[in-house]
C-alpha cells in the first residue's frame, strides 16, 4: 500500500466529540513516549502529520487523521508517565476507553511498546483489557534499531511471554531504519479491503 494522501481531521477529547462514520479505523495506544506520533508519521510520510515532542504525554486527546480518503489512523493518549497529574491520568483512561467502547469501525488497535524494556503494568492491563472485550490488536515493538539485529527474535519471544500472547502478533519496527513499516501498511490494506 502507497500512502499518497493524509490530512488531520478532528480531536475529541470525551464521548460527544468521537468520530462516527462507516471508514474502518486503525488506533495507536501506548505509553507515553513511546514513539506513537512518529510511527503514524512514518506510516504517512508525512514528518509533521501528528504532533510530536521530547515532552511524554503530549497527547491529550483523541486525534484522527484521514488517510488516503479511506481510512483513519487514530492517536489515543498516551498512558503510564509518571509526573502527570492523578486526575489528568483517569481523564485520559476515561477517553481511551469512552474511544473503545463506541467506536464500531475499530479495524485493529495497534498497542506500541518499547522493544528494550519489558511491558509496565499498564502495558498488560491495555493487552487484558482487549482480550477481554474481543478487540482485534497487534504489538507493535519500536525502537528495534537500538538493540543488535541478532537479539531481537529474543527480545521479541521475551515480550510474547511476559504479555501471554502469541510471538506472531509482535512486529518488531524502527522508524530509523524504516523496519517494519511495509509490514504494517500491508496488514493495514488487507483490513481496509475487508471492510470494502
Not at 486527546?61 to 503510564?80: E, K
Not at 490494506?189 to 471492510?195: G, L, P, T
Request: with cysteine; proline share 2%; aromatic share 10%.
Amino acid at each position: 500500500m502507497k500512502i499518497i494522501k493524509a490530512e488531520y481531521v478532528t480531536s475529541a477529547v470525551e464521548l460527544l466529540g468521537l468520530l462516527k462514520d462507516e471508514k474502518p479505523q486503525f488506533a495507536f495506544v501506548g505509553r507515553s513516549n513511546v514513539g506513537k506520533s512518529s510511527l503514524i508519521n512514518a506510516l504517512s510520510g508525512k514528518k509533521n502529520l501528528a504532533k510530536t515532542s521530547s515532552t511524554p504525554g503530549l497527547t491529550k486527546m483523541v486525534n484522527y487523521f484521514l488517510i488516503n480518503d479511506s481510512f483513519y489512523f487514530v492517536d489515543l493518549p498516551g498512558y503510564g508517565f509518571a509526573k502527570t497529574a492523578h486526575k489528568t491520568k483517569k481523564v485520559w483512561a476515561k477517553v481511551i476507553e469512552d474511544y473503545f467502547e463506541n467506536s464500531s469501525n475499530l479495524a485493529t488497535v495497534f498497542v506500541l511498546l518499547d522493544i528494550r524494556h519489558e511491558p509496565s503494568e499498564n502495558d498488560k492491563m491495555m493487552i487484558k483489557y482487549l482480550i477481554l472485550n474481543q478487540i482485534s490488536f497487534k504489538i507493535i515493538a519500536t525502537k528495534s534499531d537500538k538493540i543488535a539485529k541478532s537479539k531481537i527474535k529474543n527480545y521479541l519471544r521475551a515480550m510474547a511471554n511476559q504479555l501471554n500472547v502469541r510471538e506472531d502478533i509482535i512486529k518488531a519496527v524502527s522508524i530509523q531504519s524504516k523496519q517494519g513499516l511495509n509490514e504494517i501498511l500491508k496488514y493495514i490494506e488487507s483490513c481496509v479491503e475487508v471492510n470494502s
